[in-house]
């Protein structure tokens, strides 16, 4: 199974991951990520989850004050992932990328409606005001998790065009005397022009001739069953089985789902977050179940595979000096959820027999937990975007509120059981091959 994975599969997998548009994707919506979190913080903030100082922050106006930070960070995720993508793309053809990641605002925000046709305004708890049409503005949910495809898609197309002018010379070209930064912005002018024109034509088309916008037309038609697509059990296999079974072959697995998955399952939360801050999350309001969330806190808490079990076992009952000795080095990590001292020292990567539990572990609790949601047993996730190294408890409190966190203790508690049987075996296996080697120093 090795040789054919090496041989055949590998290879291809590699070859995939290595393109350029999936590059610019993985290391595209890095960008988004630090004003996400800070985002979420105020978000936190402003819409607290315990009454006295949700009415503390209301009454004072802080909760306004925080919502208008979270607007303007968080909310606006589309806009970081646009530039990201397209910055990316143009920078690893070796080329400047701010004017490219420039470009692809521009073009995002032609390819939008400049007219919001429906405002409805809440009067009271039972009715909802008349609503107006107002003009000649952007419409804010475009630039956030509704327009994520789009932000995609205008950041690869953007970025390929852009590189495409460079390599084929087709740019102002200045006096080596010009200043840099004023050549710069010279040399961009050319295929900026061109594709801010394609920008306006495609906005044409889709307005005169339909009716509607392209980012409207994405979303109805790709991003949202899209989006549904991974808010089911597909979804669920791919972002608890793939990831550890790349692992198994010693690839970062998370990094290859999430650069795929990321888009959705951040859209996935914003939407959850929309009815999260509205005091609408339910199931039954279209809240989704799989989002990112979901992966970061269900699926990969204390590391892929969610290891913690394994870790547990190693302090509590190993007898083998390897495992004891990794044990005590993986404790601290794992609460950060940083696992890369089990993978690579005990080790899981290419180990069948410890494979069993680290690819059943998150699989379970990834159909647990979906189960867990769908049944009302817990509520869906809020949207708040949590870092991926906050410990475990602590994360599903933020996320999921007290239920949040006791599902995922019992999580937690679930892989002790999966991994112990596996473990104990594997420590006899350590505990055989040390004893061997200690007498086999003795008698030389």
């Known amino acids: 199974m090795n040789t054919w994975f090496n041989d055949k599969l590998l290879p291809a997998v590699m070859k995939f991951v290595n393109t350029r548009p999936l590059q610019a994707i993985k290391d595209g919506m890095l ?34 004050v925080c919502n208008q930070a979270y607007n303007g960070s968080m909310a606006i995720m589309a806009v970081f992932a646009v530039f990201g993508i397209a910055y990316s793309w143009v920078r690893n053809e070796g080329y400047e990328g701010v004017p490219a990641g420039l470009l692809a605002i521009v073009v995002d925000i032609i390819l939008q409606p400049d007219t919001i046709k429906t405002v409805t305004s809440v009067v009271d708890s039972t009715k909802t005001s ?15 998790g509704k327009g994520m495809i789009v932000a995609i898609i205008v950041g690869l197309l953007v970025g390929w065009a852009y590189s495409w002018f460079m390599k084929k010379g087709i740019t102002i070209k200045l006096p080596e005397q010009v200043p840099s930064n004023v050549a710069a912005s010279f040399t961009a002018l050319v295929p ?9 034509i495609v906005y044409a088309i889709f307005n005169l001739g339909f009716g509607t916008t392209f980012v409207e037309w994405i979303y109805k038609v790709i991003q949202t069953p899209l989006q549904h697509a991974t808010d089911g059990p597909v979804g669920v296999i791919i972002v608890s089985f793939i990831p550890v079974f790349l692992w198994f072959f010693g690839i970062h697995g998370a990094t290859i789902v999430g650069g795929i998955m ?63 000795t990794i044990g005590k080095l993986e404790i601290v990590p794992a609460l950060f959820n940083i696992n890369e001292p089990v993978l690579f020292g005990l080790p899981i990567v290419l ?26 047993i817990i509520p869906p996730f809020n949207g708040v975007y949590v870092p991926w190294t906050t410990p475990p408890i602590i994360s599903g409190l933020m996320v999921g509120g007290w239920q949040g966190a006791l599902w995922q203790l019992l999580m937690l508690a679930m892989t002790v059981v999966v991994y112990w049987p596996f473990a104990k075996k594997y420590d006899q296996i350590l505990s055989a091959q040390e004893q061997a080697s200690s007498t086999d120093n003795a008698s030389a």
């Open 262 to 324: 990321t888009a959705l399952l951040l859209a996935n939360s914003a939407d959850n977050n929309a009815l999260y801050r509205a005091g609408e999350l339910s199931l039954d309001h279209g809240a989704h179940i799989v989002t990112q969330s979901f992966m970061d806190q269900y699926i990969t808490v204390t590391g892929s595979g969610i290891t913690i079990g394994l870790v547990i076992f190693m302090l509590v009952r190993a007898k083998s000096v390897q495992m004891k």
């Open 351 to 376: 180990n069948p027999l410890l494979a069993i539990p680290f690819i059943l572990t998150p699989v379970l609790s990834g159909f647990l937990t979906y189960f867990a949601i769908l049944f009302k």
């Open 192 to 200: 900026g022009a061109v594709i801010v024109t394609a920008a306006a």
């Open 31 to 64: 960008y988004p990520i630090p004003f996400i979190v800070i985002g979420a913080i105020f978000l936190i903030l402003g819409n607290f989850p315990w009454a006295p100082v949700a009415n503390f922050m209301t009454h004072t106006g802080l909760a306004a």
């Open 130 to 144: 008349t609503s107006w049409m107002v003009s000649n503005v952007i419409d804010k949910q475009w630039l956030g």
